[in-house]
């Protein structure tokens, strides 16, 4: 039957998503432009809310779509500019380099991530056990690397399990080419098999903001804080301890304790038939591997090393330390050809081209001063309540912006305020403490909070493992009170004694002769 061309069209718009989803964003491009004719802020603030709603429904749309009409619409109506758009891409390019190179370059190293993880997996029988260990790699590899790239190294290994079992659970073996997207397996064991993977991918996740938040190169507004405060490494580590350490430390107890007690979608065992499958593949894979499959391995584990060693040491941008990954493991694994080096990277351009979206979401958050009178309220509190205020109202606006956004404009505006006589130097010192952990830790309530969040709900592995927002928030909500609640006592409680302590030891020292000459040039 053939259908009207209003119909098509109709049909054509978001493909297949649900109906009432289409709708939704219909109106939301309709009320836009009439709310920010009667009222800017309003409209701002109506954005946001839009753009997380698309964020949320992420398994029924991918959100590059919905949200990059609203935010092609912002741009024409003058909620924002292109110009104001373009320089949050160019501020943030060293992101967009790590999104395109590095993720591309993990894809290149599975062979060695499988084989590692696999081994892991067969040898650790105890979940929580497994569980801990996946939170605490989390939070090692984060204190020293991106966690956008431990959270690809983290996707790359569960797609290649899950591959594994779905391709003998469909009847193929080890050998046989098989795309696991292509047909729906209703058994327990793949639903266990969903629910072992979600819980990992999440403690995996908090892992990334529990070491994330330690040190000056664990997220890219560490590094903003660090520099305009004027730490070095050591310095912003015993800055941040007060409060980082005690919270890593209640945050893998907290890992423990949810795989024991088995609520909020945590403590499903790795069924006993996909155990069986993976031991099966492993010893396959170990009796089929030539001498050119091991030197393949140890190519990858010796780039490995330098992966390690460059990012923690910065030896260049993470972007082009992923490039130089690439370079590296195909030219001496022997892939060569175009079509070959393109799979690489599916899966980072879509999330890449939505980070733009959303980097258009924040210039109109910029442009129209949405979070000014929050800002303002904070620095008119007095004393040891401002450390607090500071702490929590970062962490709210973190759970619905970016935290790297969200950070970098506290710490310009303390700056600012410090420069200008409103604050002393050890006051700024201690709101950069709280602005940081504020940003880290609480951002772990949604995706939008943390990059490393958003990338995994985006990713082609979410929708195989039925990962969708309200799911992630759900599981995150335990990691959510401990981390934010622990942080906040720690604010509240640790952080001025402690650091009066590392004074008194000689560990840190106060910046005052920093601040004259500040105080000086900002006159």
């Known amino acids: 039957m053939n259908t009207s061309l209003s119909s098509a069209f109709a049909k054509n718009f978001l493909g297949n998503a649900p109906l009432w989803y289409k709708k939704a964003i219909v109106i939301f491009l309709i009320i836009n432009p009439i709310v920010f004719?009667?009222?800017?802020?309003?409209?701002?603030?109506?954005?946001?809310?839009?753009?997380?709603?698309?964020?949320?429904?992420a398994l029924?749309?991918?959100?590059?779509?919905?949200?990059?009409?609203?935010?092609?619409?912002?741009?024409?109506?003058?909620?924002?500019?292109?110009?104001?758009v373009k320089h949050e891409l160019v501020a943030n390019f060293e992101v967009v380099l790590l999104l395109i190179f590095m993720v591309a370059g993990i894809f290149f190293m599975k062979q060695l991530l499988l084989f590692v993880f696999t081994k892991m997996l067969i040898k650790i029988k105890d979940k929580a056990t497994l569980s801990l260990a996946f939170c605490a790699a989390g939070a090692f590899l984060s204190a020293f690397l991106d966690a956008l790239t431990v959270i690809a190294v983290v996707i790359s290994v569960a797609i290649g399990f899950y591959s594994i079992y779905h391709k003998v659970a469909s009847g193929k073996d080890f050998n046989q080419k098989h795309d696991h997207t292509s047909d729906e397996l209703s058994s327990d064991d793949l639903e266990g098999f969903r629910a072992f993977l979600r819980s990992l991918m999440m403690h995996a996740g908090v892992g990334t903001a529990l070491g994330g938040v330690c040190t000056m190169v664990g997220e890219p507004q560490n590094?903003?804080?660090?520099?305009?405060?004027?730490?070095?490494?050591?310095?912003?580590f015993l800055r941040m301890a007060p409060v980082s350490l005690p919270v890593l430390v209640c945050g893998l107890i907290t890992c423990v304790a949810l795989e024991k007690i088995g609520k909020f979608g945590y403590g499903t065992l790795l069924p006993a038939n996909v155990r069986q499958i993976l031991t099966d593949y492993d010893k396959h894979e170990d009796q089929k591997r030539t001498n050119r499959d091991r030197a393949k391995l140890i190519v990858q584990a010796v780039i490995a090393v330098w992966l390690i060693i460059g990012l923690?040491?910065?030896?260049?941008?993470?972007?082009?330390?992923?490039?130089?990954?690439?370079i590296l493991a195909t030219s001496f694994t022997g892939i060569t050809e175009e079509h070959q080096l393109g799979k690489a990277f599916e899966e980072a351009l879509p999330f890449t081209a939505l980070l733009a979206v959303f980097f258009s979401i924040v210039a109109v958050i910029i442009d129209l001063e949405l979070f000014k009178p929050v800002i303002h309220w904070v620095l008119s509190i007095e004393n040891?309540?401002?450390?607090?205020?500071?702490?929590?109202?970062?962490?709210?606006?973190?759970?619905?912006?970016?935290?790297v956004f969200v950070g970098t404009v506290y710490i310009n505006e303390v700056k600012t305020a410090w420069l200008e006589g409103q604050i002393t130097r050890d006051q700024f010192d201690m709101l950069a403490v709280a602005i940081n952990t504020g940003t880290n830790l609480p951002s772990v309530a949604t995706p939008n909070g943390q990059a490393?969040?958003?990338?995994?709900?985006?990713?082609?592995?979410?929708?195989?493992l039925r990962l969708s927002y309200g799911r992630m928030v759900w599981m995150a909500l335990p990691y959510t009170f401990v981390l934010a609640g622990v942080g906040l006592l720690c604010v509240e409680y640790a952080l001025i004694p402690a650091t009066q302590y590392f004074y008194d030891m000689?560990?840190?020292?106060?910046?005052?002769?920093?601040?004259?000459?500040?105080?000086?040039?900002?006159?």
């Open 37 to 57: 004719y009667i009222n800017p802020f309003a409209a701002g603030w109506l954005l946001v809310i839009e753009f997380i709603f698309t964020l949320a429904m």
């Open 60 to 84: 029924k749309c991918y959100p590059l779509q919905p949200g990059g009409l609203l935010a092609i619409q912002a741009v024409a109506i003058g909620m924002t500019s292109s110009e104001t």
């Open 223 to 236: 590094l903003i804080i660090a520099d305009q405060s004027g730490w070095l490494f050591f310095e912003f």
């Open 312 to 326: 923690a040491l910065h030896l260049a941008a993470v972007g082009l330390i992923g490039l130089s990954v690439i």
């Open 384 to 403: 040891e309540g401002q450390l607090v205020a500071f702490y929590i109202a970062n962490g709210l606006l973190s759970m619905v912006s970016d935290n």
């Open 452 to 464: 490393a969040f958003l990338f995994l709900l985006t990713s082609s592995l979410a929708p195989l």
């Open 506 to 523: 000689g560990w840190i020292s106060h910046h005052i002769a920093g601040a004259a000459s500040a105080v000086s040039a900002g006159h």
